[in-house]
């Protein structure tokens, strides 16, 4: 007697518990808290390049659909333009300042990392982060002369808004961008498939540059490039970039790293077993 073929069934896999997020995110962190400091530089080099990849479609669709589409709509346009560079970069596993304000303090708040590490840290990725935007504005800027695709009238739109606003709003909405950069790490962390993870990201960062919330890396090609064409001098470029960046790690280290680590740790559960090594993937 014939028998009949088993129908296949996807068992979905369960949604990964808070402590094997935390667990993970940590092990990653770890790993980049304990590299050596030739590697960061060129890998936070190569996001503050990468990242630059949204200022530049940012600026084309600005430049393309003024005047075409009413400006709400190319608002909307400009800022799905947003999460490009910031896709390259996560799913490149480049080290990204913002994401290591939430991360990289976990090890430390758990005890396997010294304050001394993580300011290390932070200080290699930011500065690289910050010269390599410098080196992509400066490729922008000349697009702006040399290139019809984009009008140097589009980074002037660009910045107008942050430097509008006064110090303590630009702090305030900083913190606001590093809580949302933090909160995309973790749900990042705690994604399980590619596509789910660029979903997150196209929302999480879309959300940020529609809502015009500053971003420093981001900003910084934003406000360099602008400085390059003549439309921005150095001290609102400085002050720009210094109040955004209190806010962004001021965000990201209280409102999630310290916020989620807490919870998490007095969640009132036993520590999980990871249920596999290779299950999910962390940015880094």
Not at 40 to 55: E, Q
Not at 89 to 94: A, E, M, P, Q, Y
Not at 156 to 183: K, V
């Amino acid at each position: 007697m014939a028998t009949q073929p088993k129908n296949k069934t996807t068992e979905q896999k369960p949604q990964k518990s808070q402590m094997i997020i935390l667990q993970h995110t940590e092990e990653a962190a770890l790993t980049q808290l304990e590299r050596n400091s030739l590697g960061l530089l060129l890998s936070g080099i190569s996001a503050g390049l990468d990242i630059g990849f949204s200022v530049l479609l940012m600026a084309i669709t600005l430049t393309a659909f003024t005047g075409i589409f009413p400006p709400p709509i190319v608002h909307f346009l400009v800022a799905n333009m947003y999460p490009l560079g910031f896709i390259f970069v996560i799913l490149g596993r480049s080290e990204l300042f913002t994401e290591h304000t939430t991360l990289a303090i976990l090890p430390v708040l758990q005890g396997f990392a010294s304050l001394k590490k993580l300011f290390r840290l932070w200080a290699i990725v930011y500065v690289s982060n910050i010269f390599g935007g410098l080196l992509f504005a400066l490729i922008l800027s000349y697009f702006a002369h040399s290139w019809h695709l984009i009008n140097k009238e589009s980074f002037a739109a660009i910045t107008r808004p942050f430097i509008q606003n006064g110090w303590l709003t630009t702090l305030l909405s900083a913190a606001l961008a590093g809580w949302l950069m933090g909160l995309l790490a973790w749900l990042v962390a705690a994604a399980r498939e590619t596509t789910s993870q660029i979903l997150l990201i196209w929302i999480v960062t879309a959300a940020i540059g529609f809502s015009g919330l500053p971003h420093c890396i981001v900003g910084n090609i934003e406000m360099a490039t602008a400085m390059f064409n003549g439309q921005v001098s150095f001290q609102e470029y400085f002050g720009f970039l210094a109040p955004v960046t209190v806010g962004n790690a001021a965000g990201g280290v209280f409102f999630v790293g310290i916020l989620k680590f807490s919870h998490t740790m007095n969640s009132g559960k036993e520590k999980e077993i990871d249920l596999a090594k290779d299950e999910g993937t962390v940015i880094s």
